[in-house]
């Protein structure tokens, strides 16, 4: 019996292409990635212009209460923690979760 070449070679054709196409897919993604840690704000280090630029909900007196509690009890340990600044309640907490970092 004699096998066909042809159909080995689209095979291994279709196959290379998913691949490369696989790929473009991953460095899409990581991308997004690294974009969006770039956007995420260190709420430990920002000043007060920065946390009122980056937070959705928090104008420049709630950023200005941030800084001054970091200041007074020290470095957030949790995001959570964030909450016990005057004027920052859990729903402000919850809508900028991803966009904060501690480190």
């Known amino acids: 019996m004699r096998i066909q070449r042809i159909p080995m070679f689209a095979l291994i054709a279709f196959l290379s292409c998913f691949s490369a196409l696989s790929s473009v897919t991953y460095a899409a993604a990581d991308a997004k990635v690294v ?3 770039s956007a995420l704000v260190n709420i430990n280090t920002a000043s007060a212009e920065e946390l009122a630029q980056k ?3 928090v104008g420049m007196s709630k950023a200005k209460a941030i800084v001054e509690y970091r200041s007074k009890v020290g470095k957030f340990i949790t995001v959570d923690q964030l909450a016990e600044v005057k004027g920052i ?6 809508k900028n979760r991803a966009a904060i970092s501690l480190k």
């Open 35 to 37: 974009a969006s840690q």
């Open 55 to 57: 937070l959705k909900g």
């Open 89 to 94: 309640g859990a729903a402000t907490v919850e």
